[in-house]
């Protein structure tokens, strides 16, 4: 029931073509992968109910177009966002080069000073690596982002890096509003390991 719900928080997962941002959010809300996964045309948008700390919240979280033809759509779906997840593909030096251009639209676009941030180093799986997560962790660190490692594929690290973000964005002041719950206790995340996140991820 809607009234069980403590907050709805919009999400947006960006980055360029190709990375998996799709099959990304395929995976994480119908636990499924699809090699023929197609390119996203404009934007998709799916919801998902997680439960943190005892509390029920709400995703709502949009899938943007990396194509550069689909660029003018996406400034209005930035407003009012309370997390952003920028994916590149870890094969894929050029994928990662290119954070910094999604970092900026989002500074550009975003309504929310204080969103939360998260770059998640997709296809892990892979043979070939073109991207250390070392210097990924770099990246993160000197932007002030989340970093996780995933894989679609295998599901690795998917549902860390969402329940992370959310944890994130439920812990940061002001960024979200509980509509006059305030009997409702939000869990303080103490550290990243009860999420199994120190084997993927560096919270920076």
């Not at 190709?18 to 090699?35: A, Y």
Request: charged share 25%; aromatic share 8%; proline share 1%.
């Amino acid at each position: 029931m809607e009234e069980d719900i403590l907050t709805t928080l919009k999400i947006l997962i960006i980055g360029e073509s190709g990375v998996g941002k799709s099959s990304l959010l395929l995976r994480f809300v119908e636990d499924n992968f699809d090699p023929e996964q197609t390119l996203t045309i404009g934007v998709d948008f799916k919801t998902k109910r997680m439960t943190i700390d005892g509390n029920t919240v709400k995703l709502a979280i949009w899938d943007t177009a990396g194509q550069e033809r689909f660029r003018t759509l996406t400034p209005s779906y930035y407003r009012d966002a309370q997390g952003a997840i920028l994916v590149f593909d870890v094969s894929s030096y050029s994928s990662f080069s290119k954070l910094e251009v999604w970092l900026n639209e989002l500074e550009t676009y975003s309504t929310k000073s204080n969103i939360v941030k998260m770059i998640i180093g997709n296809k892990i799986d892979v043979d070939r690596r073109e991207v250390t997560r070392e210097e990924a962790m770099r990246f993160a660190r000197r932007h002030q982002t989340l970093y996780i490692e995933a894989s679609a594929k295998t599901k690795d690290g998917v549902h860390v890096a969402f329940e992370e973000l959310v944890h994130k964005i439920i812990q940061t002041p002001g960024l979200w509003e509980n509509f006059g719950s305030d009997h409702i206790h939000v869990g303080v995340l103490e550290n990243a390991t009860q999420s199994g996140c120190a084997s993927y991820c560096s919270l920076v």
